[in-house]
């Protein structure tokens, strides 16, 4: 599946680059998300787990037999994200966290999503990745409002990236080299994967242009800029 190898490449790059902290997932479910990154979580990392609707202790036992983690270094918070961001100096200042990934999938509303990534944005490392779920999902469009609302309202923050229903977003400081990685995975995807993807070029008024990525036939030109499609990026 195409996401879980945008999510190796990421957690390859940050690991390069020596970016490892916490792990944070808001919207839990059957912990399938945060056992995945789990297997590449820090020997000295925590993975946060923020749900109220889920049996996190459950969910935190299988991510501990399946990727091998210490359940001490699983924290489990089951409340409201919004109230975990407004009281956050109860929930989460004591631990000092410091995140490498957030991964947001909680509740879908305007409000929630706008307070999930505020609260993302209190505790992202330096070079530290928020991916927020059903982008451009017509069933949850507010996700979508709420993602470019929050680029405006945070201007520290901005889209790398999206694609196949993921925004990826960071530090303005590390956009370039986020928007590097993107940009090569129509090359390193084919070679390495199999896996044909075109790399699309977008501009914005509020921020820098972003990528967004999506799947493509074998031969297609594998970039987009506005108007125009090549095979070569250097091209556009």
Known sequence: MPLYRIIDSILLYQESRNIQGDFLEIGVLHGATSGYLSLSLDSRARLFLIDP??????????????ADVDSTRILC??????????????FLDGFLPRLQIVHIDGEH??????SDM????????DGGLIILDDIFNVASACCTHALFDSIAMMPSLHIACIGFNKAFVCDSRFLEAYRSLFLGFPVTF?????LYIRACLNDWSRERGYVSIHEIDRGEPKFQAINRVADDYSLL
């Open 53 to 66: 609707f889920q049996n996190l202790e459950e969910v935190a036992g299988k991510i501990a037999a399946f």
């Open 109 to 114: 509303s305007y409000d929630a999503v706008l």
């Open 118 to 125: 505020k609260l993302a944005e209190s505790y992202i490392m």
């Open 190 to 194: 084919e070679r390495d994967y199999g």
């Open 77 to 90: 918070l089951a409340e409201d994200s919004r109230v975990v961001y407004k009281m956050r100096s109860i």
